[in-house]
């Protein structure tokens, strides 16, 4: 999790150098709302990337850019919420960040591939690491009851608070393309259909079970209770600041000037819904038959092999087509053309290098007279 | 008031709100039919639907994720509704909602959504997976004019709080967030239609391709409870849209009456207009509605 150590050091520069100038210029002002635009953009960018990406190392790679880009815009607001937004985002991005590596690795451990079309249905070989994933994206995505909404709704209202109103929409735009790449993560690996040569997969070695175990525990304890978290980074911020960003209303209710959430409340609400609403679907209405991996409603065919019916390779082929003019077109060009640069320098440069000794022979002697036309004129 | 009643009246709520979006989803295919020159099935037909489905003798599951779906989709419906208010100024129609702010409803709205992604896929039919792409896909492009106006509300009261923006538009029809703010509210009611996945944004079910889309596989009684599960979560999202910006409501009868219009705007469109493909539908929402969406900020900022 290095990629989270320069946020700590971005913040302990500023802290002590940005913050009192930035009181008395107005010109430093503009260079954190440019940071805070840089970071957004890195959000928004980076996330996109995630999307289409075929293996899974290198979605996880991306996304992480793009969390940091939230990390560095909650910290360029320079105001009590948003640093409180920023720490604790890099906290919990550690935490489902590390799982989500962990669990992916096991996956690669087992089954040897990486990439998501050669995966699938490992739900039924490797459960315990796909409850880790579950935990690790719902986290990820922000979506309540789980850590992640903190984060999401500190960031947001530290956004509005500070008046940067575009920035707050287009963050949550970023947010949701998020999503895109959660259940392409979850779904390519463990849901869909087993593979034939996946039968006989085993679960994740235990040390990385209990590693997963050791990043799941605080998510759900801040997921119930972000207090434990939020309050200790109020007494950093405020150490900078001066003043604390959020409030505590009662013991799990969080407020700001702009709105208020209760994590308890919340999860309990989920919890209560989930098992009433699991209880009446086991005991109403006919027993279910439990089918196999093949029986499915297949157009009046026989499915042919789980190969053929898994859909995993290029799983967001419209949504490419929809932004090939904002990103495919011009990152592909530019790289297209640093490559086409750098050959040109070495095609030029190897076409003296042709592998005849004679050539060789007759660049000595084209040297030395050059030499000599050298001394002669002087 | 006690949790005890609080719950209870909630529960009386949600039943409510079930009925009304089954009775809703009934009257659009009378519509639908009569558009279309036929007679069309009767008001009802939802409840004998629900009803079918319930009693099938025989059932089939796949794995235990299967589980998920209907679980995840009725809660969110639920859940939804619990968070937002339905009439002002009476505790009992108030729901849960003092427990998170216009922040929280929007993200709820994504926990049924994604958790019956992860359910349907679980089926391994690949209707399932090509439904949930595109759904997915359109649903980060509605996101966008959505998100602007959603920000535009908030800055506008300085405040997330849904009941904060109900009472500042109190005092007849002309502080109504729809007349106070109209570009936000284009942004937001296009974002709507894309929200309700009626033509010309339906490509996610696909009728005549991908039958149903991600449900697919679904029957018996989970199929019942994703059929209620999309009616409540039908009617939690017009009684948002009432709250944002057709002023909430004082009574019952006004509730009714503004959701239903509300839920007949993205009727009508989709009765006129064909189906998008899933780029096209993504290239639309982050054009014009997005911009509208801008320019409704933009009047926040420079009133």
């Known amino acids: 999790m290095i990629s989270k150590l320069p946020i700590f050091g971005l913040a302990a520069v500023v802290a002590r150098i940005a913050v009192p100038t930035l009181a008395t210029a107005a010109g430093s002002l503009s260079a954190a709302h440019l940071l805070g635009w840089l970071g957004g953009l890195t959000a928004f960018g980076m996330t996109l990337l995630a999307v289409f990406q075929e293996d899974m190392k290198k979605l996880l790679a991306y996304s992480s850019v793009g969390q940091v880009g939230y990390v560095v815009l909650a910290m360029a607001l320079m105001t009590p919420l948003g640093w409180t937004a920023a720490l604790y985002y890099a906290v919990n991005h550690f935490l489902f960040k590390g799982l989500l590596f962990l669990a992916v690795a096991g996956v690669i451990y087992r089954t040897g591939v990486r990439t998501f079309a050669d995966v699938g249905g490992l739900i039924r070989r490797m459960p315990a690491s796909f409850i880790a994933v579950l935990i690790g994206i719902i986290a990820l995505a922000g979506v309540p009851p789980l850590s992640g909404f903190a984060g999401k709704w500190l960031l947001y209202e530290a956004l509005m608070d500070k008046g940067w109103l575009f920035l707050t929409a287009f963050m949550m735009f970023a947010s949701v393309i998020a999503f895109l790449y959660c259940f392409r993560l979850i779904h390519s690996i463990f849901l869909g259909q087993l593979k034939d040569e996946h039968r006989q997969v085993r679960e994740a070695p235990w040390p990385l079970l209990l590693a997963e175990l050791l990043m799941i525990v605080p998510i759900l304890v801040l997921s119930v209770r972000p207090r434990v978290l939020v309050e200790p980074l109020q007494h950093l911020v405020t150490g900078v600041f001066g003043v604390p960003g959020v409030r505590f209303a009662s013991a799990t209710t969080m407020t700001t000037s702009f709105g208020y959430f209760n994590a308890a409340a919340m999860m309990a609400m989920v919890v209560v819904l989930v098992v009433v609403l699991l209880v009446i679907l086991v005991t109403a209405g006919a027993k279910p038959t439990k089918v196999n991996q093949l029986d499915i409603v297949y157009s009046g065919e026989l499915p042919p092999s789980p190969e053929e019916v898994q859909y995993a390779w290029a799983f967001y082929r419209p949504y490419e087509k929809a932004f090939a003019p904002l990103l495919k077109a011009r990152v592909t060009a530019f790289w297209n053309g640093v490559v086409d640069v750098v050959e040109g320098i070495a095609d030029a440069g190897r076409r003296f290098y042709t592998g005849n000794a004679q050539t060789y022979v007759l660049y000595s002697v084209l040297f030395i007279l050059v030499l000599a036309a050298f001394g002669l004129a002087r | ?303």
């Open chain 2, 1 to 303: 008031m006690p949790l005890g009643v609080k719950i209870a009246w909630s529960l009386v709520g949600v039943l409510v709100a079930i009925a009304y979006g089954l009775v809703i989803a009934g009257i659009i295919r009378k519509v639908m039919a009569r558009i279309q020159g036929r007679i069309g099935p009767p008001v009802w037909q939802q409840f004998i639907d629900l009803g079918k489905v319930i009693f099938q003798r025989t059932a089939t599951r796949h794995g235990w994720m299967f589980y998920l779906a209907p679980i995840f989709r009725a809660g969110g419906g639920i859940g939804l509704y619990l968070l937002v208010p339905v009439v002002i100024g009476v505790p009992a129609l108030s729901n849960f909602s003092f427990d998170g702010d216009l922040l929280l409803v929007m993200y709820f709205i994504f926990f049924g959504s994604l958790g019956m992604a992860l359910g349907a896929a679980d089926s391994g039919h690949p209707h399932s997976p090509i439904g949930i792409s595109r759904g997915l896909s359109q649903m980060t492009a509605y996101e966008l004019p959505f998100a602007l106006a959603m920000v535009a509300m908030a800055a506008e009261v300085h405040s997330f709080s849904i009941h904060d923006i109900i009472m500042v538009q109190q005092g007849g029809i002309l502080h109504w967030n729809i007349l106070t703010n109209p570009l936000a509210a284009i942004a937001a009611f296009i974002a709507f239609l894309g929200m309700n996945m009626y033509a010309p944004f339906n490509i996610v079910g696909a009728p005549q391709e991908i039958p149903v889309g991600p449900p697919t596989e679904y029957n018996s009684v989970f199929l019942s409870l994703m059929m209620s599960g999309r009616a409540i979560l039908a009617v939690a999202k017009i009684v948002l849209y009432m709250d944002l910006f057709l002023g909430g409501a004082h009574s019952i009868l006004e509730a009714f009456v503004k959701t239903f219009i509300i839920y007949f705007w993205s009727v009508f469109v989709g009765a006129v207009f064909p189906r998008f493909r899933t780029e096209q539908a993504v290239r639309f929402f982050l054009g014009w509605p997005t911009v509208a969406g801008i320019a409704g900020v933009l009047l926040v900022l420079i009133r």
